[in-house]
């Protein structure tokens, strides 16, 4: 069985991460959360021989989406969000694109359920819903590779804010005991923005969640 591989673009004016997954010698990938500059990121995979078989959202923040529309049109690949994300996706006031002066509605072309197990190009995925930082934030457990993609759930020894529209506090610290902090220890956790991380680490050292 092929490795899977994981990639990284660190894009915008928040310094988001765009993260590539793709098998060891493939030419299909799947990009997660483009937070701007939907072009380039096309042109960069392009120039590396990838083509993008799926776009994923962990959230529908404005900038974890600004490059969606644009990939998607160049690419023709389809977009998956959690379904409880639906509504912040399409209103740009919820989404915050509205007050950062861009404003921007999206809508995935399939919208996932907690639990379900995801595959596409032959990359399968577990999605988890971690409602917090927004009622519908998701994370991406790649078990064939050891890890997740978890968005702005969490950060290395922290954790997203919850003061925009649908985030609460209580809820996101009850997300990453029970969804995070249940997976091996050796699992490597890829966070929206910043450095990696371990399960381990965190349970250890995140002093926004106790266990």
Same mark, same amino acid.
């Given at each position: 069985?092929? *490795?899977?591989?994981?990639?990284?673009?660190?894009?915008? =004016?928040?310094?988001?991460?765009?993260?590539?997954?793709? *098998?060891?010698?493939?030419?299909?990938?799947?990009? =997660?959360?483009?937070?701007?500059?939907?072009?380039?990121?096309?042109?960069?995979?392009?120039?590396?021989?990838?083509?993008?078989?799926?776009?994923?959202?962990?959230?529908?923040?404005? &900038?974890?989406?600004?490059?969606?529309?644009?990939?998607?049109?160049? %690419?023709?690949? *389809?977009?998956?969000?959690?379904?409880?994300?639906?509504?912040?996706?399409?209103?740009?006031?919820?989404?915050?694109?509205?007050?950062?002066?861009?404003?921007?509605?999206? /809508?995935?072309?399939?919208?996932?359920?907690?639990?379900?197990?995801?595959?596409?190009?032959?990359? %399968?995925? *577990?999605?988890?819903?971690?409602?917090?930082? /927004?009622?519908?934030?998701?994370?991406?457990?790649?078990?064939?590779?050891?890890? =997740?993609?978890?968005? &702005?759930?969490?950060?290395?020894?922290?954790?997203?804010? %919850? &003061?925009?529209?649908?985030?609460?506090?209580?809820?996101? /610290?009850?997300?990453?005991?029970?969804?995070?902090?249940?997976?091996?220890?050796?699992?490597?956790?890829?966070?929206?923005?910043?450095?990696? /991380?371990?399960?381990?680490?965190?349970?250890?050292?995140?002093?926004?969640?106790?266990?």
């Amino acid at each position: 069985m092929a *490795k899977l591989l994981i990639g990284r673009m660190v894009l915008g =004016v928040y310094g988001t991460n765009c993260y590539l997954v793709y *098998k060891e010698g493939g030419s299909e990938a799947l990009v =997660v959360d483009p937070p701007d500059r939907g072009e380039q990121i096309y042109r960069t995979l392009t120039e590396k021989g990838f083509t993008v078989a799926g776009i994923l959202l962990t959230h529908g923040h404005f &900038d974890h989406v600004w490059g969606v529309e644009e990939l998607r049109r160049l %690419t023709g690949a *389809k977009l998956y969000a959690l379904e409880e994300e639906r509504e912040l996706c399409a209103d740009p006031s919820m989404n915050v694109s509205a007050s950062a002066g861009r404003p921007c509605s999206i /809508t995935a072309d399939e919208y996932l359920r907690d639990g379900q197990e995801l595959t596409i190009a032959g990359m %399968t995925c *577990k999605v988890l819903a971690t409602p917090g930082h /927004t009622a519908g934030s998701c994370c991406y457990y790649f078990e064939q590779g050891d890890f =997740v993609i978890c968005g &702005d759930t969490i950060f290395y020894e922290s954790v997203g804010r %919850t &003061d925009f529209p649908t985030g609460n506090a209580a809820t996101l /610290t009850t997300s990453i005991r029970e969804k995070i902090f249940t997976l091996p220890d050796e699992v490597q956790l890829y966070p929206g923005h910043g450095e990696s /991380t371990t399960v381990e680490h965190e349970k250890q050292y995140n002093p926004y969640v106790g266990i």
